[in-house]
């Protein structure tokens, strides 16, 4: 059974303000007017994409292939992210769950989710769960109360529990309640019917797309934190050395990045965005995201000159309006980004040097 230690993080919260889609309230990182240009911009961009997803797939069945990696790259309409209608058939397909695999998998194993449910998960997994899930975007209208009819804290249970008991080895992690929230905000249909794509999505995750991220040595977190700086040293020397200067390294920095993929360290459209890229080319916008991110607040990283400067910035820079500004983050992503084939190279060399060294002593703390 694999049971891991708790990694506590903080949780920015919001005031209380309207409630925008997917049931977080307005953020407070930006004034009342930058919201609404925000929103008003990024709804004329849905809206285009929108009728192009329209345009190039209502009439034909979708293939993996360029077209569809850009598109998917621009941002996958909302209403599209969980089932697109084509009209010929007028069959659901699920965009996430088909890239991903999940779709397949969830097809060839009928019922096995309800099997899942029925098993029991190792005492001490079930405790940290039922710890979890109250820390669990207690902000969000969705999160905050069990006993509420429209609640998807009950849903949320029984999909980790529900995996946890399924596949033992992995077992669960803080940063899967994160994930499987943000699934389960997407997805539109039945409860019942939500928890099972949410269970084989998350499945397509951890089992299928992602390195092992959740060993109880977090070895692969901290190596992609270690390759994501090596990324930085590279392409901006300058930066590095205000990081390396100041005691800290990117693990300490970045590792919550990895572990939640971005859920609760983003705003809720830029980790769409970002799941958008994930679930149809694997982590190599986990890297992407991470670089843009450093590198769009990079003057004002500059300007720290020792450690607790450095981590308040980590912090604040992660929600404010850059990164609120989703489709103009995403472009980001693409601007001057590493492919695959580098952090691919940094990270057997990384393995290598540190072949006779102890990855496992580089800290993971709370960002």
């Given at each position: 059974?694999?049971?891991?230690?708790e990694?506590h993080?903080?949780?920015?919260t919001?005031?209380?303000?309207?409630l925008?889609?997917?049931?977080f309230?307005?953020?407070?990182?930006?004034?009342?007017?930058?919201?609404?240009?925000?929103?008003?911009?990024?709804?004329?961009?849905?809206?285009?994409?929108?009728?192009r997803?329209?345009e190039?797939?209502?009439?034909k069945?979708?293939?993996?292939?360029?077209k569809?990696?850009?598109f998917?790259?621009?941002g996958?309409?909302?209403?599209s992210r969980?089932?697109?209608?084509?009209f010929?058939?007028?069959?659901?397909?699920q965009?996430?769950?088909?890239?991903?695999?999940a779709?397949?998998?969830?097809e060839?194993?009928?019922g096995l989710?309800?099997?899942?449910l029925?098993?029991?998960?190792?005492?001490?997994?079930m405790?940290v769960?039922?710890?979890d899930?109250?820390?669990?975007f207690?902000?969000?209208v969705?999160?905050?109360?069990?006993?509420?009819?429209e609640s998807?804290l009950?849903?949320?249970?029984?999909?980790?529990?529900?995996?946890?008991?399924?596949?033992p080895?992995?077992?669960?992690?803080?940063?899967?309640?994160?994930?499987?929230?943000m699934?389960?905000?997407v997805?539109?249909?039945s409860p019942?019917?939500?928890e099972?794509?949410?269970?084989?999505?998350?499945?397509?995750?951890?089992n299928?797309l992602?390195?092992?991220?959740?060993?109880?040595?977090m070895?692969?977190?901290r190596?992609?934190?270690?390759?994501?700086g090596?990324l930085?040293?590279?392409?901006?020397?300058?930066?590095n050395?205000?990081v390396?200067?100041?005691?800290?390294?990117?693990?300490?920095?970045c590792?919550?990045w990895?572990?939640?993929?971005?859920?609760d360290?983003l705003p809720i459209?830029?980790?769409?965005?970002?799941?958008d890229c994930?679930?149809?080319?694997?982590d190599k916008?986990?890297?992407?995201?991470?670089f843009?991110?450093?590198?769009?607040?990079?003057n004002?990283?500059?300007?720290c000159?020792?450690?607790?400067a450095?981590?308040?910035?980590?912090?604040?820079?992660?929600?404010?309006?850059?990164?609120?500004w989703c489709?103009?983050?995403?472009?980001?992503?693409?601007?001057a980004?590493?492919g695959?084939?580098?952090?691919?190279?940094?990270?057997?060399?990384i393995?290598?040097?540190?072949?006779y060294?102890?990855?496992?002593?580089i800290?993971?703390?709370?960002t």
């Amino acid at each position: 059974m694999n049971v891991h230690r708790e990694v506590h993080f903080a949780v920015l919260t919001a005031s209380d303000s309207e409630l925008p889609e997917y049931g977080f309230e307005a953020p407070v990182y930006v004034n009342p007017t930058d919201y609404i240009d925000f929103k008003n911009g990024y709804t004329d961009t849905l809206n285009h994409r929108r009728s192009r997803w329209a345009e190039q797939f209502s009439r034909k069945s979708i293939a993996r292939g360029r077209k569809l990696k850009r598109f998917c790259r621009k941002g996958i309409p909302p209403a599209s992210r969980p089932e697109v209608v084509f009209f010929q058939m007028l069959n659901l397909f699920q965009i996430w769950m088909m890239v991903s695999g999940a779709k397949s998998r969830m097809e060839a194993s009928p019922g096995l989710y309800l099997e899942a449910l029925s098993k029991e998960p190792d005492k001490k997994i079930m405790s940290v769960i039922l710890a979890d899930l109250p820390r669990t975007f207690p902000e969000n209208v969705f999160f905050k109360n069990f006993t509420d009819p429209e609640s998807k804290l009950p849903s949320l249970k029984r999909v980790l529990v529900a995996f946890a008991a399924q596949f033992p080895k992995v077992g669960y992690c803080q940063g899967f309640n994160y994930i499987t929230a943000m699934l389960l905000l997407v997805l539109r249909g039945s409860p019942e019917a939500n928890e099972e794509r949410a269970f084989w999505l998350l499945d397509a995750l951890i089992n299928h797309l992602l390195p092992p991220y959740y060993s109880d040595d977090m070895v692969s977190v901290r190596r992609d934190c270690m390759v994501l700086g090596d990324l930085i040293k590279l392409r901006d020397p300058a930066l590095n050395s205000i990081v390396v200067n100041s005691g800290v390294n990117y693990t300490t920095l970045c590792a919550k990045w990895f572990i939640c993929l971005y859920a609760d360290v983003l705003p809720i459209e830029t980790t769409m965005r970002i799941f958008d890229c994930l679930f149809y080319e694997g982590d190599k916008i986990l890297f992407r995201a991470g670089f843009a991110l450093i590198r769009l607040h990079r003057n004002h990283l500059l300007q720290c000159d020792e450690f607790p400067a450095l981590l308040t910035t980590f912090r604040s820079m992660c929600q404010d309006k850059q990164t609120l500004w989703c489709h103009e983050f995403l472009q980001a992503t693409e601007c001057a980004a590493p492919g695959r084939l580098m952090f691919q190279a940094l990270r057997k060399y990384i393995t290598k040097i540190y072949m006779y060294r102890d990855i496992s002593n580089i800290m993971v703390t709370e960002t």
